[in-house]
């Protein structure tokens, strides 16, 4: 109190001169100190990169962050607030839970159902959830039917930070959004912390802020959709430039199951409990928000082409990238609006 008490007391020249010295003492303005650093490992079932530019290595936050992510929302922690929700052994939720909770609820109603947590026992009998399908196994109309009441977010209340079930057997998977969520939550704490430059990237949802490591602004390929690419034969379809924006890509040419020659894409239709099969090879969503833009791309996926347009023009928040299959059998892109400004001319 004294500190201030008598600063009060002296000239603002001088008040401005102190507060500057303070400013530079404790950022990141200091060129000697600060350097890009790069951290990498495993989460989620998946891996995440991130690239920011600091005074300090924050791989310790950085881990202390996810660990408590998938202690609230990983279905494959038997032990996470949404599993213990799921097995009706706890109806407590948080912070984290609620933000999953409403901005799922927010994407189902505007596309009308297309994207839905709720359909995990839909996408467990096909075993694209936390239960496996490990022998091409394809459930029968039957038992699709069974697990369709069980479907729908208006199964699902909060009260009081609490959650209240319809039905036991209900229970919610955060494939489709968490990981973007995630994103988020890193994201947010590196904000806060003052950093400049950056970019979070788990399981490829990515959000980056000003440059990188060349000054430049952050470049992000959005790849071709190859059936069973991997690091060794991936290629880019465009690439595109981003900063304070998030971009999420899903698509169905890597993750199906097969059976009789016919593929089953990941793509779960919650209205129908089937693979949804439309045009559409891969979308990617542009916005703030990772965690939107993650479950965007998820419904539009759902939606097929022209009604994932229809939705995204409309949206001012979004803008999204195509990529069909023409009645020919060519592979074709589109855009929305806006989404050009992003895209490179020349790399």
């Known amino acids: 109190m004294l500190f201030f008490y008598n600063l009060h007391k002296i000239g603002n020249m001088r008040v401005a001169i102190i507060f500057i010295f303070f400013i530079i003492l404790f950022s990141c303005g200091s060129r000697e100190k600060c350097v890009f650093r790069y951290y990498e490992g495993p989460v989620q079932g998946t891996y995440f990169h991130i690239t920011y530019e600091w005074n300090e290595d924050l791989s310790e936050e950085i881990d202390s962050l996810l660990q408590n992510f998938n202690r609230s929302l990983s279905n494959y922690d038997s032990t996470s607030v949404i599993s213990l929700i799921n097995y009706n052994k706890s109806d407590e939720t948080n912070e984290l839970f609620l933000k999953m909770f409403e901005a799922s609820k927010d994407v189902y109603q505007k596309s009308e159902g297309a994207f839905d947590i709720s359909i995990a026992p839909i996408v467990n009998l096909w075993g694209f959830g936390w239960v496996k399908n490990l022998e091409g196994f394809i459930p029968d109309s039957v038992e699709i039917a069974y697990a369709?009441?069980?479907?729908?977010?208006?199964?699902?209340?909060?009260?009081?930070?609490?959650?209240?079930?319809?039905?036991?057997?209900s229970m919610l998977i955060s494939n489709a959004i968490a990981q973007g969520l995630s994103v988020d939550y890193i994201s947010d704490y590196l904000f806060d912390l003052g950093l400049k430059n950056f970019l979070v990237e788990i399981g490829g949802e990515i959000y980056c802020l000003g440059v990188n490591n060349q000054k430049r602004s952050w470049r992000i390929g959005i790849d071709k959709p190859i059936e069973d690419s991997d690091l060794n034969n991936r290629e880019n379809q465009i690439i595109i430039n981003i900063s304070g924006k998030a971009i999420a890509t899903s698509g169905n040419y890597r993750k199906y199951i097969e059976n009789n020659n016919h593929k089953f894409g990941h793509s779960v239709d919650p209205r129908t409990g089937y693979p949804a099969e439309n045009s559409l090879l891969s979308v990617s969503v542009i916005s703030e928000s990772c965690m939107y833009c993650d479950a965007w791309a998820t419904a539009f996926m759902?939606?097929?082409?022209?009604?994932?347009?229809?939705?995204?023009?409309?949206?001012?928040?979004?803008?999204?990238?195509?990529i069909y299959e023409d009645k020919n059998g060519k592979t074709q892109s589109r855009m929305t609006s806006g989404f050009n400004k992003y895209v490179c001319e020349n790399y």
């Open 148 to 169: 369709l009441q069980f479907v729908g977010m208006d199964k699902f209340i909060i009260e009081n930070g609490k959650i209240i079930k319809q039905f036991p057997e």
């Open 302 to 322: 759902v939606c097929g082409l022209e009604k994932s347009i229809e939705i995204a023009e409309n949206d001012p928040d979004i803008e999204a990238y195509f």
